[in-house]
């Protein structure tokens, strides 16, 4: 065990309101990329850049244009919660953790088992008719080859936060609070650089912010431990080498 990593389990251990802010890079290690990594993928398939196909606008205008680019690149129906999902799920578990704030709209942290999962971009396992609000499931969403219609003839589409839209006032506020309440804030496999998610961190009032991310933060300068490791085997290596009783 790294020093690092035992500086954090000391951490977890002797904290009881731990708060987990966490990015793309989370479910990384469960086979789902970031789709803002620049790796020239998109230019050579699509014609225009991700951020613009995950637009409202784009979704309204192209609507079949945007679920062929979000069912090729935004939804992984197979992918598995990872060491990072599990280790939060297990501190929940014992009661330290309070909350998990994600920006991944998979749900890889419910599946794990996390119960108090704030999701500030929306989850694509929840779908609703525009026109009639009917809900429908992921399954809906995969399995048609176009646009996915309801049964009143209505477009559906994905409960998740599209660029141009307003986060949900409702999560940010408890995300705020969860925050603001924190013993301990863990912000993992984000480069805190998409806003205003990212200006939760301010809310943050404890000391002891530690950050797990492979590259640098405008937030590394107010960290009290910054892993620059693999957030799953860390957060692994930390929690489940916790005592049982702790
Ligand atoms: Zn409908």
Redesign the pocket.
Known sequence: MTNAISQLKTILQNADNIVFFGGAGVSTESGIPDYRSADGLYNTKYAYPPETMLSYSFFVRHTSEFYRFYRDKMLYPDAQPNKAHLALAGLEKRGKLKAVITQNIDALHSKAGSVNVLELHGSAYRNY?M??K?QYPFETVIQSDDVPL???G?VIRPDVVMYEEGLDERVMEQAAQAIRDAEVLIVGGTSLSVYPAAGLIRYYRGGKLILINKSETPYDDYADLIIRENIGETLGAAVFTLPCNE
């Open positions: 008719c026109d009639c009917k309801c049964s009143c209505g």
